[in-house]
């Protein structure tokens, strides 16, 4: 059986499940912090589907606390794009968004784990499909993330000042101070011993023979990147494994 639903689902089996003696399952979940600026611009889109910034990327810094972000630049795109409760957002009607067009700066910072961050799954008020209601603990950033979140709001505002020009638009989409997730991870981390860990390095659970997590919820820490490729190469080797032990 391979888990690869979501960092909080797979955490939440594994709780269900009987006879696994592994009190690290849920502990040490994380979330890397991120923050955006949109420039709007008073000119057309371009005709392309994308602009050519579309998916380009700023090296990757690192802040005075010493944990590192890396920023996204994509545009310029047609603000039209927006649906209409997005533009009542920013107060532009669809007439004049037809006009103009943005650029979307987005920052992602690396958050170390904390046993401060975790998710317990409530037995005694279960969902209408009789399931454990996941309980997540997520405190307020430490002043070493506090640093790191101020380094990359100023970062993203400059960029986006930049590509906006002298008439653009400026705009934040997300606080990085923000307790949401969205790319949540760490709920079965991976580890050499299974004093620390729920999952060996290749994601087959300990103690539990022909069980595996390939998702999130095994990396033991936020990165400073979207997580998507990571993920997918966890999968694989979680695949490569399974094959091994079948033979």
């Known amino acids: 059986v391979v888990l690869a639903a979501s960092a909080i689902e797979s955490a939440r089996v594994l709780a269900a499940t009987g006879g696994l003696e592994l009190p690290h399952i849920g502990q040490g979940l994380h979330e890397h912090v991120y923050c955006g600026v949109i420039a709007i611009v008073p000119v057309p889109p371009p005709l392309g589907e994308a602009g050519p910034l579309e998916g380009a990327r700023v090296t990757g810094e690192r802040c005075a606390s010493g944990l590192g972000f890396s920023v996204e630049v994509r545009g310029p795109v047609g603000l039209a794009a927006l649906d209409d409760q997005d533009l ?14 943005f650029y979307a700066v987005f920052a992602i910072g690396e958050v170390p784990p904390s046993p401060l961050r975790h998710v317990r799954f409530d037995g005694a008020h279960p969902d209408s499909l009789g399931r454990a209601i996941p309980v997540i603990t997520m405190p307020s950033l430490s002043p070493e993330a506090t640093t790191l979140a101020r380094a990359m709001r100023a970062r993203c505002r400059q960029i986006a000042q930049v590509l906006g020009g002298a008439e653009g638009k400026l705009v934040a989409i997300r606080d990085p101070r923000d307790r949401l997730l969205g790319h949540e991870g760490g709920t079965c981390r991976m580890g050499t011993r299974k004093s620390g860990a729920v999952t060996d390095c290749d994601g087959a659970v300990y103690g539990a023979r022909g069980l595996y997590v390939a998702d999130a919820g095994r990396m033991p820490t936020a990165l400073d990147r979207h997580p998507s490729l990571i993920v997918a190469a966890l999968a694989l080797g979680t695949a490569e494994r399974v094959l091994a032990d079948a033979r």
């Open 88 to 101: 009542g957002i920013l107060g532009i009607p669809r007439a004049e968004a037809e006009r103009r067009s």
